[in-house]
Every structure is written in structure tokens, then in C-alpha cells.
């Protein structure tokens, strides 16, 4: 289907790929995975004919037809949703439209909206529009670049089944790693220049990695001994007439030895998480919570108890109330009826889906981040900024210019210099990369307050989650364990309810 041979592009000084091949053929499911800036949607542009190679070429089957997500941006028209879904399409098809009505559904659309327009949607339901029009037109190749980033828990898995039955090749930009798991069979590395590709899952492709890179520098530290002892053996033989055309000689073969290089390590955040001061056995009462939007009431006589110490996952499909039920523990959300208490001594920090909304975007970063109850050195300040990757110069940079990822990193850093002991994450990792995750989920691994969140990402959730609480149509249920358990315990139920 498509054949990337010997390419190379650069960006002034900075040379994303140099020499770097991949085919793509019918039914391949390929991840392509690598730090931000290593060329990942760069390589979608080329593939899409927006840019052109320094050198190299990027031959297509003719009459191939690609379609195309990005990231950010989907057009916004006055047109209404299923329409818009069916743009370019056979619309007097009864089964074509019936096609678009199942996989709006399937990413969390009720009938209702089918018939409103476009514009009165946020950006991130606009996407699941573009989305929609793409799976309904089915084109032969599929260019995902992070498709799940704004999808809800129940949407993502509707959304990986339906990929997993899909008939035509599909090339994914993705930092999660269930849904690599999921849906790809071939992880490809967009790094160090190259294309690179690995068979198996994203564990599998790790692996891989770790022993290539233990064995490059076994090959290094080789050279490098080799390399040592040859300069010694010139800097002993080169003054003696004796032995001085035998050192001649060495420097000539020590000249056109081809050094092996090592990669430079990416960079990872290295989170410290301050533990929280002590707290009462209870993190919060919810007693009798009324809580509707006009006439749509979304909790009748809600009540929760939340223990100290307890990390819970929020799951339920769109629109079930678990951004409610987040910001009323947050404090953030009024309600019509009932009681929110805070346990003894209970201090919340909330980390909002729509964090750039509660920053001010002429502020730097340094100036965003000392804005809290606490009055910090400079000092202090930029070590937290610095482990979040904030370093040098960027902690000048103004919040309007921060990519999505940027501010999701600061508004975290604003929650931790002034640490509370109960945290209320919505959507955390959105953006984030994947040793960005990681350190995440090791951080609050450690953290010994109380944590709620709200995710999308399958393995933060099943990393992190003791307990799994169920949202659905008003009704809140405790499980015991995380997501992959709660999964397990529903299936368990309707085989027990089918008997």
C-alpha cells in the first residue's frame, strides 16, 4: 500500500529522520510510538503529500484512499451532527445512514443529538464527529494521530472493538498503551532518525528495546576499550624511530574506525510527590446529594462515605455523572439538596479536564506555578517545575503559548507545592507522553492521601485503582479492586444471570 524508502528530512539544525524506511501493506495495524518532536505526525504529513522529503520517497498504491484524524481542530459547521457525519457519502443510502447513527452511538452520541448542529458542540465532541465520518467512510488506510484523547472509558472501548474488526490498514499515533495493545500488532519506533518496526505488543517492543540497547552499549564499551588501548599504544610508539611507523600505522586504522554512538536518553519526569498532613479516618460524607441541570436530574438522594486512604477510579459511560460526582467532592459544583462534609482535617486538590481554563494566560509558567496558599522560594518552585520538565528558559514562557500537555503538567505542579491530602483528578493523562504516565502512576503510587480520578487510560486505572466506582443513571456502586477486576465481576454476573 505504501512504501517510505531512504528518507530524509531536517528542520534547520534539527534532522528528524535521516535514511528511514517502512512499508505499510494491507491489514497492518502499526502504533508508531516515540518522544514528542521525534516526527510521529510529521510522518502522517508526508504520508498525506502536505510536506515533501529533503530526500527519499513515499510511493502510494494508486488509488489509494487515506483518511485522516489529527489531534486538535476538527471543522466546525453549522451543519447538523448526522449530516455532517455523512459528508461526502451516499446519504439516500438507507444502510450507509443507518451505519452513521451505530457509530455515533457508539461513541456516546444519544438520538437527540443527531440533529443538532455542529457548532454547538465543544472541540473534543466536534473530533468524535470527524471520527465518525471516517469509520462510516471506511477508507483503505486510517492515519489516527492520538484518536482516543477525547473519548470517555466507555467510548474507548467501543472504539477499540470496532477498529479491531476493521478491514483496512491502520497507522495510529498513540501514549496509551492498552489501546496499542488492543488494537495494533506492530509497534513502530519513530526515533533516533529512523523507522524502525517491532512485532508484537507494546511490553513485547519494549523488551526489544531494552535488550537492543543493552547490547549497543556492551558494543560501546567494547570500542571504547579497543579505542583506549590503540591511543596508548600510539602515544608509546610514535616517538621512537624504531616503533614510529608502526604507530603511523595504528592512527590510520584508529582513524577509520566507525564509531558507535549512543543514543541520547530521552528525558523523563521524575515526580516527587510531598505526602499530605494527616487527616481523620473519613475523606468525605455525601448524604442525600440532589443534584440536577434544569429538568435532567442527575442525583436523587446520592450518599457516599469515602475513607481515608482509599484510590478510586471513576468509570460509567458518557453522560452517567462522573465529572458531577467529581467536582460536588470537590467543592467546585453546587448542588440543589443534601450535605458535603470533609473529613477532619481534609485538605482538596483538584485537577480540572479544562485546566487552562482556570490559568491566567499572560502569566509565565514560574509566576502560573507560585500562585498558591503557600509562599515558596523561587528556588523551591522551579526543582517541582523542573521535575515536570519545566527547565531553564521555559519556565518564562508564557501559559497561552503551552501545548495541551504543558498546562496539564503545570496545573499538576500548582496542586503539588501546596499538597492536599485528598486529590481529584479529571482525564490527568490527557497529553501526556508515556514515561510521563509512568512516573504519574508511580507518584501517586506512593502518595498516602486520598485519590479519586476519572481516565481513560485503562492501564493508569488498573495501576492505580483499589476500588472501582460505578456511575450509571444516578446510582453510585463501590467495587472492591480496579477496572480489569470490575470487568470481570459484571461478566461474572450475566453468566450467572443467563443460567
Known amino acids: 500500500m505504501i512504501s517510505i524508502r531512504n528518507l530524509n528530512l531536517s528542520f534547520g539544525s534539527q534532522t528528524l529522520f535521516e535514511d528511514a ?25 508526508l504520508i498525506l503529500g502536505e510536506m515533501e522529503p529533503d530526500a527519499g520517497n513515499v510511493d502510494m498504491r494508486h488509488g489509494l484512499v487515506v483518511g485522516y484524524l489529527p489531534q486538535e481542530n476538527a471543522p466546525v459547521t453549522d451543519r447538523p451532527v448526522l449530516q455532517e457525519a455523512l459528508l461526502g457519502l451516499d446519504a439516500e443510502d438507507g444502510r450507509t445512514e443507518a451505519k452513521a447513527k451505530a457509530v455515533l452511538m457508539g461513541l456516546g452520541f444519544k438520538i437527540a443529538d443527531f440533529t443538532r448542529p455542529l457548532k454547538e458542540l465543544s472541540g473534543g465532541w466536534a473530533m468524535r464527529v470527524a471520527m465518525a465520518r471516517l469509520l462510516v467512510e471506511e477508507p483503505d488506510l486510517l492515519l489516527l494521530d492520538e484518536p482516543t484523547n477525547h473519548l470517555d472509558l466507555w467510548s474507548l472501548l467501543w472504539f477499540q472493538e470496532y477498529l479491531q474488526r476493521y478491514p483496512g490498514a491502520i497507522l495510529v499515533i498513540s501514549h496509551d498503551r492498552a489501546f496499542i495493545n488492543a488494537v495494533c500488532s506492530t509497534v513502530v519506533s519513530v526515533q533516533d532518525h529512523t ?6 505488543d507494546y511490553e513485547s517492543f519494549v523488551a526489544e528495546r531494552a535488550a537492543e540497547q543493552s547490547r549497543l552499549e556492551s558494543a560501546h564499551r567494547t570500542q571504547q576499550g579497543e579505542i583506549r588501548a590503540m591511543k ?6 610514535r616517538a621512537r624511530l624504531s616503533t614510529a611507523k608502526r604507530a603511523q600505522s595504528m592512527m590510520k586504522r584508529l582513524d577509520k574506525v566507525e564509531r558507535i554512538e549512543l543514543p541520547p536518553e530521552a528525558r523523563k519526569m521524575a515526580i516527587q510527590l510531598p505526602q499530605p498532613p494527616p487527616c481523620g479516618k473519613e475523606a468525605i460524607f455525601l ?15 446520592l450518599s457516599l462515605a469515602v475513607p481515608r486512604g482509599w484510590k478510586m477510579a ?16 470537590a467543592g467546585v459544583l453546587p448542588f440543589e439538596a443534601g450535605e458535603r462534609k470533609l473529613g477532619h482535617n481534609v485538605v482538596v486538590g483538584y485537577h480540572a479536564q479544562h485546566r487552562a481554563e482556570t490559568m491566567d494566560p499572560e502569566r509565565t509558567v514560574l509566576e502560573e506555578a507560585s500562585r498558591s496558599n503557600r509562599s515558596h522560594p523561587d528556588l523551591l518552585v522551579r526543582s517541582v517545575l523542573g521535575s515536570f520538565l519545566f527547565s531553564g528558559d521555559s519556565v518564562f514562557k508564557k501559559v497561552k503559548v503551552l501545548s495541551g500537555g504543558e498546562k496539564s503538567r503545570l496545573s499538576l505542579v500548582k496542586i503539588l507545592l501546596d499538597p492536599p491530602n485528598f486529590l481529584l483528578l479529571d482525564e490527568p493523562t490527557t497529553h501526556l507522553d508515556m514515561s510521563s504516565v509512568d512516573a504519574l502512576v508511580a507518584a501517586l503510587e506512593r502518595f498516602e492521601g486520598t485519590l479519586a480520578f476519572i481516565s481513560h487510560d485503562l492501564h493508569f486505572i488498573n495501576a492505580l485503582a ?10 453510585v456502586t463501590v467495587y472492591p479492586g480496579n477496572f480489569e477486576l470490575f470487568q470481570w465481576s459484571q461478566k461474572q454476573r450475566v453468566a450467572a444471570g443467563s443460567r
Open 314 to 329: 471513576l468509570v460509567g459511560p458518557n453522560g452517567a455523572g462522573k465529572s458531577t460526582l467529581l467536582k460536588i467532592m
Open 466 to 475: 483499589q476500588q472501582t466506582i460505578h456511575v450509571d443513571h444516578g446510582r
Open 195 to 200: 523507522l524502525k518496526a517491532y512485532p508484537g
Open 287 to 301: 448524604t442525600d446529594i440532589h443534584k440536577a441541570y434544569g429538568k435532567h436530574v442527575v442525583y436523587k438522594s
Open 232 to 237: 596508548e599504544f600510539i602515544d608509546r610508539n
Open 21 to 45: 524506511s517502512l512499508r505499510v501493506n494491507q491489514g497492518d495495524r502499526f502504533a508508531l510510538v516515540g518522544p514528542n518532536g521525534a516526527g510521529k505526525s510529521t510522518l502522517f504529513r
